[in-house]
């Protein structure tokens, strides 16, 4: 199996920019995908694949890739967007899923 | 538009078994991967296994042992039962859709509201 490590809390001021990311080595050969929660809710997707977003999602939500890096970055924060985010993708051997631990986002 | 709904028993003793159904409504069960997931409280999520509408399945190594998962098409559910529970089972359980349109990337595009089974005596 094989893990994805994220930071465990994040903050943005309220409009700016922030970056969340997910580290793994199954990111070498898969695309994550992020999921927002909110307290008491279930985890919502955000991003999938390249750079993919459901119907309903703001388009100030953005994914992109890198080596075995994924990034959600959140393009002009609203205070809305306070939450825990989680990636995930397939695991290394293909066959199974892996979560990163989330990150809490904080909008100050 | 496609919803999914937990259902099972909220509390479990120790040492027995976990069982938890999921029914899909507003689509069909078929041609689709559908997954579990828990949560403990405070923590992460965590995928315990997949099941194909045809039967096939996956699970998580760290819960193979305990798992298994079934489906049944005629009533649009699967299950899941986790055997020789402890506190540490204590979470959230969700049901999710599984989405795999690429090698590339896979994902989880509806979620169940989630059920919080804690194990206790």
């Known amino acids: 199996s094989s893990e994805l490590t994220q930071d465990p809390a994040v903050s943005v001021a309220l409009g700016q920019t922030v970056r969340i990311t997910c580290q793994g ?16 809710q279930a985890p919502v997707l955000v991003i999938y694949g390249k750079n993919n977003r459901p119907s309903g999602i703001p388009d100030r939500f953005s994914g992109s890739s890198s080596g075995n890096t994924a990034s959600l970055t959140i393009t002009g924060a609203q205070a809305e967007d306070e939450a825990d985010y989680y990636c995930n ?10 979560f990163g631990g989330g990150t809490k986002l904080t909008v100050l | 538009q496609v919803q999914l709904q937990e259902s099972g028993p909220g509390l479990v003793k120790p040492s027995e078994t976990l069982s ?3 029914t899909v409504s507003g689509g069909s069960i078929s041609s689709y991967y559908w997954s579990w997931i828990r949560q403990p409280p405070g923590k992460g999520l965590e995928w315990i296994g997949y099941i194909y509408y045809s039967g096939s399945t996956n699970y998580n190594p760290s819960l193979k042992s305990r798992v298994t998962i ?3 098409t005629s009533k649009n559910q699967f299950s899941l039962k986790l055997s020789s529970v ?16 690429t090698r590339a990337y896979w994902y989880f595009d509806l979620w169940g509201r989630g059920t919080l089974v804690t194990v206790s005596s």
């Open chain 1, 25 to 40: 080595d199954s990111l070498r050969s898969y695309y994550a995908s992020w999921y927002q929660q909110k307290p008491g």
């Open chain 2, 20 to 22: 938890l159904t999921c």
């Open chain 1, 89 to 98: 993708s397939r695991d290394s051997s293909g066959n199974s899923w892996v």
């Open chain 2, 86 to 101: 402890t506190a540490a089972d204590t979470a959230v359980y969700y049901c999710a859709r599984d989405i795999r349109p």
């Open chain 2, 70 to 72: 079934s489906v049944d």
